[in-house]
């Protein structure tokens, strides 16, 4: 639990403080699920509106952050580029999170993961990518591995992670990945995605 500290307009936790600061700049591209609520839709899109009103309303969210549809004009308006400031205040935000949630990217002991989904400001059904489990690598699976004491269930999560990544940021179609577990599928002799085991999903991550 954090203590909560009166601050400008409301009463906020340490790390909650430390981000507004941080983010005091001309513009304001990132909002913590706490700062936002449902009319902000036009600003925060769909999700992030949405997130921000089950946070209001007191419904245990995981917390996380939004990046603006402005930020994301101005990433177009620049070249495709993300300008200093955008990225200093999604930094600012990582940090937060890590702080909020209590965990931290590529820790051995207690690593944070996300999820990143895009949103908009009108609903566009199958039209938004997700990427889960960011904050996967090979040293942190084998920790979710431990943890959980599935190591199948790990090594999938990042089979999954590796596939939505390549699909949605490095543009590699998911036909190829799909390729590859069919082939290894037909090598085991197996005819289910769940009949492969940990070293198979291993293999498979490491193809």
């Known amino acids: 639990m954090h ?17 507004r600061r941080n983010c005091k700049m001309a513009n304001k591209w990132v909002y913590t699920f706490k700062e936002g609520n449902m009319t902000m839709r036009n600003l925060l899109g769909g999700k992030g509106a949405n997130l921000a009103e089950m946070t209001e309303i007191g419904l245990p969210v995981p917390q996380g952050f939004t990046i603006t549809t402005e ?18 205040q999604t930094m600012e935000g990582v940090k937060w999170m890590e702080e909020v949630n209590g965990k931290k990217f590529g820790d051995l002991k207690n690593p944070l993961l996300v999820s990143v989904r895009s949103g908009a400001r009108a609903s566009m059904p199958g039209m938004m990518d997700t990427i ?3 904050g996967l690598n090979e040293d942190v699976v ?6 959980s004491n599935n190591p199948r269930w ?9 596939q939505m990544y390549s699909d949605v940021v490095m543009e590699v179609g998911k036909k190829y990945f799909e ?16 009949e492969l085991t ?10």
């Open 71 to 88: 930020a994301c004009t101005q990433y177009y308006e620049d070249g495709r580029k993300i300008n200093d400031e955008i990225m200093a």
């Open 154 to 162: 790990a090594w999938d999560c990042y089979r999954r992670f590796i």
């Open 179 to 194: 390729e590859l577990i069919d082939k290894m599928k037909a090598e085991r002799g197996v005819t289910y995605d769940v």
């Open 3 to 19: 203590t909560l500290i009166k601050y400008m307009d409301g009463f906020f936790t340490i790390p909650e403080i430390k981000f």
């Open 132 to 134: 889960l489990n960011l």
């Open 142 to 147: 084998e920790v979710i591995a431990k943890k």
């Open 198 to 207: 940990a070293d198979d999903l291993k293999e498979l991550d490491r193809a």
